[in-house]
């Protein structure tokens, strides 16, 4: 730590500034906002299954390039489907653009790890329990990124919270901990740094700013919104998901709850009803992922003054903690 920088294992791996990365988030991670979030020193992701296809998603990288010469990553979702994304057409896009950070989320990276560290991209992994993150580790994944039982989207199963889940994968793995879930500001990312990870991931609080590609009303729903107004769908199905409290996420787990199957909800959680949130700023239209970190989030700031701005915040609270020994 030395003036307004915190250097970590993370930020020199991967040569960044900041220790803070953004997270690949349907239907957000877009040009615009990875491109701010690593021209401000952190570490922005494009995310590939947002385009419809390969050739958007080159076009999508090019358009951050244009903003940025910084670090950028590109989330690459490996989803277990009947009929899976062109993975070999993204992964070549992914190559042939220069892009050399891929975080990887969702099943097994290591089918795709080859042709990745063929061409020098380092791989973080997502992942949701310690054994998970030992096994990226095995599979030659460069860091893993810890999901906590607060984060926005799939908090896997067993309901770890991060205070529990970033010191217990941090005292076991050799690469750099990005711990995620629940961050939004200098004191969670001090807290994080003292629990032995090398970084956060925030998602939510990246939806909260104003390169932000969503509507601004559904920015304001976030700002006014507490930690209590987050749902967990499809505990029944065992592929639980956190999204926001609404009409609609509550009509679901009243379904599932009464014995209910997929088929039944289905019409529910389509991913075109989720993408009309973001786009025409109705936050009953459909489920939309969020965190409980919403509660503690009550501005729409431009990524350039927040990223300086968590950094500051988090280098004041470890200078307090150091200072309350003496």
């Given at each position: 730590m030395s003036g307004n920088r915190l250097s970590t294992p993370f930020t020199t791996a991967f040569g960044i500034e900041h220790p803070i990365v953004q997270g690949g988030m349907q239907w957000v991670g877009r040009a615009e906002l990875a491109a701010s979030v690593s021209q401000a020193g952190g570490l922005g992701m494009i995310t590939a299954l947002t385009q419809p296809n390969p050739r958007a998603l080159a076009d999508e990288i090019k358009k951050a390039q244009a903003i940025t010469d910084k670090p950028l990553g590109v989330n690459l979702t490996i989803l277990p489907t009947i009929t899976p994304p062109p993975y070999d057409e993204f992964r070549a896009v992914i190559v042939d653009s220069g892009i050399k950070i891929v975080e990887t989320a969702g099943a097994n990276p290591e089918p795709h790890m080859a042709q990745f560290k063929e061409h020098g991209i380092k791989v973080i992994h997502k992942c949701t329990s310690v054994a998970h993150a030992l096994k990226a580790q095995a599979v030659g994944v460069d860091s893993v990124s810890i999901d906590g039982f607060e984060c926005a989207g799939h908090p896997g199963e067993k309901d770890v919270p991060g205070l529990v889940l970033i010191p217990a994968a941090t005292r076991r793995l050799d690469i750099p901990v990005i711990a995620s879930g629940g961050f939004a500001d200098g004191r969670g990312l001090a807290a994080a740094l003292v629990l032995g990870a090398h970084g956060v991931n925030m998602g939510t609080r990246f939806m909260c700013t104003l390169e932000s590609p969503i509507?601004?009303?559904?920015?304001?729903?976030?700002?006014?919104?507490?930690?209590?107004?987050?749902?967990?769908?499809?505990?029944?199905?065992?592929?639980?998901?956190?999204?926001?409290?609404?009409?609609?996420?509550?009509?679901?787990?009243?379904?599932?709850?009464?014995?209910?199957?997929?088929?039944?909800?289905?019409?529910?959680?389509?991913?075109?009803?989720?993408?009309?949130?973001?786009?025409?700023?109705?936050?009953?239209?459909?489920?939309?992922?969020?965190?409980?970190?919403?509660?503690?989030?009550?501005?729409?700031?431009?990524?350039?003054?927040?990223?300086?701005?968590i950094v500051a915040e988090a280098i004041q609270a470890l200078d307090r903690a150091g200072n309350v020994s003496e």
């Open positions: 509507h601004h009303a559904i920015k304001e729903r976030i700002v006014s919104s507490s930690e209590d107004d987050t749902e967990l769908i499809f505990r029944q199905l065992s592929n639980t998901s956190r999204v926001h409290k609404n009409s609609v996420s509550g009509e679901v787990v009243d379904i599932l709850s009464n014995g209910g199957a997929f088929e039944d909800v289905r019409h529910l959680v389509n991913g075109a009803r989720g993408r009309t949130v973001y786009e025409n700023g109705d936050p009953e239209a459909g489920v939309w992922s969020v965190g409980m970190v919403q509660g503690l989030i009550d501005d729409i700031p431009s990524v350039g003054d927040l990223i300086p701005r």
